[in-house]
């Protein structure tokens, strides 16, 4: 539906929806990037729902200035690395490597937050298929492809087909909670559903399945405030 501006300063850019199950004017801030969002009923006018954005403006402002910051990655500062705060260095050669407890990164400052980002890909491809194939045949299943993405709404999927897909996020989390999440999505190979015989297949695979999901509903917003572009 497009966007509006609320002016001030600063100005805020804010999304605007329609939902056909909509009964009422909503306002959403995200904890992830601070993206707001006024979502409008079907058929309700566009001039009311911008009379309740303006009504609301404070609401908004207070809650994007209680958001915790993002975390940009840079030299000298850090990049959460299996569930550790690991120091970024100046390195040389083609590519980042892990160098006395420290990731080494080549190139200019410009470079450093895509380089982190594609060796955080790689590690996570790595440690999600070896986990991926350690609960497979735990279960005595095959599973299809396995595909990674940076998705904001879910850690991991499996499709009716037996594919998986993983956030490559994933790998900024302690190593528990990596392995949880391939745990879970291979016991849908088991069970395409959320129901007591499928978190018996999870627990069959990962007994001490309770922290690392907890540890994921409680930090998992931080993971995705991490970024690489700045």
């Not at 707001?36 to 566009?46: D, Q």
């Not at 190139?107 to 350690?134: H, N, S, W």
């Not at 991991?156 to 790998?171: K, V």
Request: aromatic share 6%.
């Amino acid at each position: 539906m497009g966007t509006t501006r609320l002016p001030g300063n600063p100005p805020l850019e804010v999304a605007l929806r329609r939902s056909a199950r909509a009964r009422r004017y909503s306002l959403r801030v995200s904890q992830l990037d601070g993206r707001v969002t006024l979502t409008l009923p079907h058929r309700a006018p566009l001039a009311e729902g911008l009379a309740f954005l303006r009504e609301k403006e404070g609401w908004i402002r207070g809650h994007l200035a209680a958001r915790i910051d993002d975390h940009a990655v840079m030299l000298g500062g850090t990049v959460p690395f299996r569930g550790r705060a690991l120091p970024i260095v100046a390195g040389t050669g083609r590519a980042p490597r892990l160098a006395d407890e420290a990731l080494a990164v080549p190139g200019g400052a410009g470079a450093v937050g895509p380089r982190i980002q594609g060796f955080l890909k790689t590690e996570a491809r790595r440690a999600l298929a070896e986990a991926a194939d350690r609960h497979a045949a735990a279960l005595g299943r095959g599973y299809g492809s396995l595909t990674l993405r940076d998705t904001r709404s879910r850690w991991g999927s499996c499709s009716s087909r037996g594919d998986l897909m993983f956030s490559w996020r994933l790998i900024m989390a302690p190593p528990q909670v990596l392995d949880y999440v391939a745990a879970h999505e291979v016991a849908h190979l088991a069970e395409m559903n959320h129901s007591p015989a499928f978190w018996a297949v999870v627990a069959r695979l990962m007994p001490d399945y309770a922290a690392p999901r907890a540890w994921l509903r409680a930090n998992g917003a931080a993971l995705h405030r991490v970024r690489f572009n700045d």
